[in-house]
């Protein structure tokens, strides 16, 4: 599969604790984003990355979460201490310089008790 | 910032009959349309899309949507469905005059077909 992947696809923590999200774009692809998803709501944008520069943030990325692109591949997405207003479906996608269709991956589903 | 409204939340339809969702967006620059589709347990995948040139596009699945400038709408069409489009369909914009690469997406419509 050359889609996009994501890790974990579930995660279960409870408030308080800090949770890592990985997803790995499709091969080739130097664009990379982060999306949210709550019930009954589109995705909304998050942040992102051309190459390994984050170019873009929304002010819903607060001071816990941060996201990471070191090698211009993979992606980690970080929440520290997470909050019950946190879970959610965390959506990533990518795309290629000159292409503006962003394709999804399946996502994770985080759920803070 | 844009904004995307998505007024059918839920639509029940019976196979065979004509699909309209209705998607209006809020801003005046030039932009990017998409609709993606959601099917049960499946991740986002994408529709169809309009960048610029003949405002009425064609998708997959004989799926079609029309751009009308002066509406600020992209309402995606059908003309007969099938039990298989049952899914969450999402319309998403992007200023493509900004060079901003966020996409805003609407709320979705859920469609649900009866055989």
């Known amino acids: 599969d050359t889609g996009v992947s994501q890790d974990p696809r579930h995660k279960i923590t409870k408030r308080g604790q800090n949770v890592t999200f990985r997803c790995d774009p499709i091969s080739e692809h130097n664009r990379l984003y982060w999306y949210r998803q709550t019930l009954g709501q589109g995705p909304e944008f998050l942040t992102y990355f051309q190459n390994e520069a984050q170019l873009e943030k929304s002010r819903l990325l607060s001071d816990r979460f941060s996201a990471e692109r070191p090698k211009g591949s993979f992606s980690t997405l970080e929440i520290q201490r997470t909050e019950q207003g946190d879970s959610a479906m965390y959506l990533c996608?990518?795309?290629?310089?000159?292409?503006?269709?962003?394709?999804f991956g399946p996502g994770t589903r985080l759920l803070v008790l | 910032a844009q904004s995307v409204s998505q007024h059918n939340h839920h639509v029940i339809l019976s196979e065979a009959a004509s699909l309209e969702l209705g998607c209006n967006y809020s801003?005046?620059?030039?932009?990017?349309l998409f609709w993606y589709v959601q099917y049960p347990g499946q991740h986002l995948q994408l529709l169809l899309k309009?960048?610029?040139?003949?405002?009425l596009v064609k998708g997959i699945k004989g799926f079609e949507a029309e751009f009308i400038k002066s509406k600020f709408s992209f309402n995606l069409r059908k003309p007969s469905v099938q039990w298989s489009d049952t899914a969450e369909y999402f319309c998403a914009v992007n200023a493509r005059d900004t060079g901003r690469r966020a996409l805003t997406f609407g709320s979705g419509t859920r469609l649900q077909v009866q055989p």
């Open positions: 996608a990518s795309s290629y310089s000159g292409q503006e269709t962003q394709y």
């Open positions: 801003y005046g620059g030039t932009v990017n």
């Open positions: 309009y960048f610029s040139g003949d405002p």
